[in-house]
Nanobody, 123 residues
C-alpha cells in the first residue's frame, strides 16, 4: 500500500492550500481515509476523516469551517482543502487509510500512513 501526499508548502496567514493523497495497493473505494498533522514537539492529531463513499465526514474543532475533506474514488485520491490558514496550522500533514469503510478520528484505527507533506503558515 502506498499513500502519496502532496500539495504542501509555504503560505501566508489567511491563504489557502489543497493537499492531495493518491492511494495505491488497496481497495480505495472500500477504505475510509483521514488526515492528521504533527507539529514539532507535539503529538500527531486528527484533522479530518471521510467514509468510503464520502457521505460522512468529520473535522476537528480547530479546523471546522476552514478545512474540507473530500475524495474522488475514480482517481483513488483524497483531498484536504485548507482555507483561512493560521500560523498554528503549521505542521507535517499525513494522510491515512483504514481497512474499513467507516471514518473514525482515532489515529490508532488507521492501518496505512503516507510520508507526510509540510505545511508552513507565516504570520
Amino acid at each position: 500500500v502506498q499513500l502519496q501526499a502532496s500539495g504542501g508548502g509555504l503560505v501566508q496567514a489567511g491563504g489557502s492550500l489543497r493537499l492531495s493523497c493518491a492511494a495505491s495497493g488497496l481497495t480505495f473505494s472500500s477504505s475510509a481515509m483521514g488526515w492528521f498533522r504533527q507539529a514539532p514537539g507535539k503529538e500527531r492529531e486528527f484533522v479530518a476523516a471521510i467514509s468510503w463513499s464520502g457521505s460522512s465526514t468529520y473535522h476537528a474543532d480547530s479546523v471546522e469551517g476552514r478545512f474540507t475533506i473530500s475524495r474522488d474514488n475514480a482517481k483513488n485520491t483524497v483531498y484536504l482543502q485548507m482555507n483561512s490558514l493560521k500560523p498554528e496550522d503549521t505542521a507535517v500533514y499525513y494522510c491515512a487509510a483504514r481497512r474499513a469503510p467507516i471514518a473514525t478520528k482515532g489515529r490508532y484505527e488507521y492501518d496505512y500512513w503516507g510520508q507526510g507533506t509540510q505545511v508552513t503558515v507565516s504570520s
